[in-house]
């Protein structure tokens, strides 16, 4: 099981824009750490209280994360050190390059003709999961037939009421696991930086609020 970090063990601060910092431990409370203020964070960087940080560390069950917020910068006697407040229980991190989280609602695929290169008819899928790379979503099997991995799509799609209309490949295409003649597309995004941070903002941001809702859900069941 994961194990509360010790003093002076390196962690990792990743910000909500994804950015990324390093630190270490100076003191361990109940349910508040001591962080190192980040030798590395520039100027124009600066969390704010109430700021979220998700704390990620080495452990021997492996990557540890600990999703927290920003109570003070400024300690009495402790230059230099940040308070933060655990927001949840340690977690084990997800073991893949990007973070995915869950999203409702519904995708337009557009399929280029094979013939003439212009747009198809689009498709209506329903939103599987979505990252800052690729999404995956679901459609009825029929409806998928002549789609084929690696051909170009378009796909269009709203998250947290922003709407993006993004040039994509198909990654993988198969049937899903428990819903019979409904195949799952994952559509690997063609976009650049800034709009891959954008994207990697809003993952995060929608990770938090969902956390968030499943504590207060928790909260109301005691």
């Known amino acids: 099981m994961p194990t509360t970090p010790q003093v002076h063990c390196l962690v990792t601060l990743t910000d909500q824009l994804g950015r990324q910092y390093r630190s270490r431990i100076e003191d361990v409370g109940d349910g508040l750490l001591v962080l190192a203020r980040p030798l590395d964070l520039p100027v124009e960087h600066e969390f704010g209280i ?11 069950a492996g990557i540890i994360e600990a999703d927290t917020e920003l109570l003070d910068s400024q300690l009495p006697g402790r230059i ?22 869950p999203v409702p609602g519904l995708a337009r695929i557009s399929v280029p003709a094979a013939e003439s290169g212009q747009p198809g008819m689009p498709l209506s899928a329903r939103l599987v999961t979505i990252s800052e790379a690729a999404v995956r979503c679901a459609l009825p099997a029929e409806q ?5 991995l690696g051909d170009p799509v378009t796909v269009q799609f709203a998250l947290s009421g922003n709407d993006f209309q993004l040039s994509a490949s198909v990654l993988k295409l198969q049937p899903a696991r428990h819903e019979d003649r409904v195949v799952e597309l994952v559509l690997l995004f063609e976009v650049d930086e800034p709009t891959a941070a954008e994207l990697r903002r809003l993952v ?6 969902q956390r968030s809702e499943e504590r207060a859900r928790a909260n109301l069941g005691r």
Not at 93 to 98: A, I, N, P, T, W
């Open 80 to 101: 230099g050190c940040w308070l933060v407040r655990e927001l949840g229980p340690y977690r084990i991190q997800q073991r893949r390059e990007f973070v995915r989280v």
């Open 144 to 148: 998928a037939v002549g789609i084929d």
């Open 50 to 60: 109430g700021a979220p940080v998700l704390v990620s560390w080495s452990d021997p």
């Open 204 to 209: 995060f941001a929608e990770q938090l609020r």
